[in-house]
């Protein structure tokens, strides 16, 4: 599962995003609106990690841009801004979720992870696939009742062809969504 973080503070998006790769995500990362915007209009994410701030822009204009272009990615914004007034508007706007700063790194995670299960398997925690039982969540795989031990590129390959069935896809989509 793949996941942009924009982050203008550097310390602050570079312990995000290693938190969410101790999760196994793969992560990208941009510090300022240009580049958010660059990075969205190139890419397909599961989900946005969003500050409102940005340097060149914000982030409420970020989410007025994905409802422009009909994009689908979840969006959980993470903001110093904590008033009620911009939680309403990134709601409006389409975010699935706002974080008020400073927050425990577990709760974004476990915030990131139930929007992704919201989104692609209607919150159930797991997906069931003919033979094969899958939790995404703890990166587990059964087969027949027995649990099957992937590498991380397996898991995603094999997790990504379960939720995306009967459609055909061309490699560079597969390569970026993996």
Known sequence: MKILVVEDEKKFRETICESLRREKFVVEEVGDYRKALEKIND???DCIVL???LPGGSGLQILEELKRLHRSESVLIVSAKDSLEDKVTGLEL???DYLPKPFHLAELNARVKSIIRRRQHGGETSISFENLLIYPDKRI????GKEVIL???EFDLLYYFVVNPNRLLHKTTLAESV
């Open 151 to 153: 590498n991380r590129k």
């Open 141 to 144: 795989l059964s087969v027949n």
């Open 51 to 53: 500050d409102i701030i």
């Open 43 to 45: 890419y397909d994410y």
């Open 94 to 96: 389409g975010a699935d």
